[in-house]
């Protein structure tokens, strides 16, 4: 019901900065939240940050505050990681992922339904 595709994701070096974006198609209006998560070799996938449609509840994990930006543009159905000030420890693969939960934190990956392919992004040092 929902299709979601990242891009944005390269290679680039400490101190640099890169965009994701994640495409939203088909029933959106049923995910109120969309969130970032990432995923390093032999890492558990975590959460980055997330939001609603409406702009409302944006978190990101205590890694990348001040760092990473989430953002959307509704017209688009587009959902944005504005990622500055890389670090090695940032290369991971990054998924867009949306949750049509009513309650809870979406925290947590089991709490999305919805997930994209993910996206490479690798920082070097």
């Known amino acids: 019901q929902v299709q979601l595709v990242e891009s944005g994701g390269g290679l680039v070096r400490a101190g640099g900065s890169l965009r994701l974006s994640c495409a939203a198609s088909?029933?959106?209006?049923?995910?109120?939240?969309m969130g970032w998560f990432r995923q390093a070799p032999g890492k558990e996938r975590e959460i980055v940050a997330r939001m609603s449609w409406s702009g409302d509840r944006p978190s990101s994990a205590d890694s990348v505050k001040g760092r990473f930006t989430i953002s959307r543009d509704n017209a688009k159905n587009t959902v944005y990681l504005q990622m500055n000030s890389l670090q090695p420890e940032d290369t991971a693969v990054y998924y867009c992922?949306?949750?049509?939960?009513?309650?809870?934190?979406?925290?947590?990956?089991?709490?999305?339904?919805?997930w994209g392919q993910g996206t490479q992004v690798t920082v070097s040092s």
């Open positions: 088909g029933r959106t209006f049923s995910s109120s939240v």
């Open positions: 992922a949306a949750s049509s939960r009513t309650t809870g934190w979406r925290i947590s990956p089991l709490e999305y339904d919805y």
